[in-house]
Nanobody, 117 residues
Framework: QAQLVESGGGLVQPGGSLTLSCSAS????????MSWFRQVPGKERELVAS????????YYLDSVKGRFTISRDNAKNTVTLRMNAMTPDDAAMYYC??????????WGQGTQVTVSA
């Protein structure tokens, strides 16, 4: 069955960097747009970054533009999120999402990111 597994979360100091990875299996990865979302307790899950499967066009939340970079590797069925110059506002549970635009949506279990000195 379809599966998304996130990794790379952890504790980072303000100003530091972290790279999240999402490994996909069980579906045609190259036909899905891939996204990273994040959520903190008491708030709605928000879209952080996405990359489509046709033109590899990317989208970024305004607050992460210039700091985060999303990329995908169709040969390895992975999508990564490189996060630089991190702030405490970036602390959240980060989720990977796959969407084919035709009704198929898959989510990972999430990986926790903590930003603290």
């Amino acid at each position: 069955q379809a599966q998304l597994v996130e990794s790379g979360g952890g504790l980072v100091q303000p100003g530091g960097s972290l790279t999240l990875s999402c490994s996909a299996s069980g579906f045609a990865f190259r036909t899905f747009a891939m996204s990273w979302f994040r959520q903190v307790p008491g708030k709605e899950r928000e879209l952080v970054a996405s990359v489509d499967n046709i033109n590899y066009r990317t989208y970024y939340l305004d607050s992460v533009k210039g700091r985060f970079t999303i990329s995908r590797d169709n040969a390895k069925n992975t999508v990564t999120l490189r996060m630089n110059a991190m702030t405490p506002d970036d602390a959240a549970m980060y989720y990977c999402k796959a969407n084919n635009g035709l009704g198929l949506v898959y989510w990972g279990q999430g990986t926790q990111v903590t930003v603290s000195a």
